[in-house]
């Protein structure tokens, strides 16, 4: 079964660190760029920051630049985003999604489940 699983979510403070993992089973990431996508409560969801399958290529969305960093592991099946000084607006569910292409097309295959992150004080 092919799946894409989602970690690394919780509760933190404005100004705080998360990081989140997102592992494949069933098949191999090595083929595919991985996007993460947010989605809050009542908007719809959004793309964060997309990663090509060497990981030689990178993408953000403005609202994160600067804050947040896309990294894979490629012998470890995961791809990481690691997300600083966090604001209240990046509360969401975040979910990654492995893309049709080796690059960042924006055709997706696979979504995650998704994880929430809650930015609160």
């Known amino acids: 079964q092919l799946q894409l699983v989602e970690s690394g979510g919780g509760l933190v403070q404005p100004g705080g660190s998360l990081r989140l993992s997102c592992t494949a089973s069933?098949?191999?990431?090595?083929?595919?760029?991985i996007g993460w996508f947010r989605q809050a409560p009542g908007k719809e969801r959004e793309g964060v920051s997309c990663?090509?399958?060497?990981?030689?290529?990178?993408n953000y969305a403005d609202s994160v630049k600067g804050r947040f960093t896309i990294s894979r592991d490629n012998a470890k099946n995961t791809v990481y985003l690691q997300m600083n000084s966090l604001k209240p607006e990046d509360t969401a569910v975040y979910y990654c999604?492995?893309?049709?292409?080796?690059?960042?097309?924006?055709?997706?295959?696979?979504w995650g489940k998704g994880t929430l992150v809650t930015v609160s004080s």
């Open positions: 999604a492995a893309d049709r292409k080796r690059y960042c097309s924006g055709l997706v295959d696979y």
């Open positions: 990663i090509s399958d060497s990981g030689g290529r990178t």
């Open positions: 069933g098949f191999t990431l090595d083929y595919y760029a």
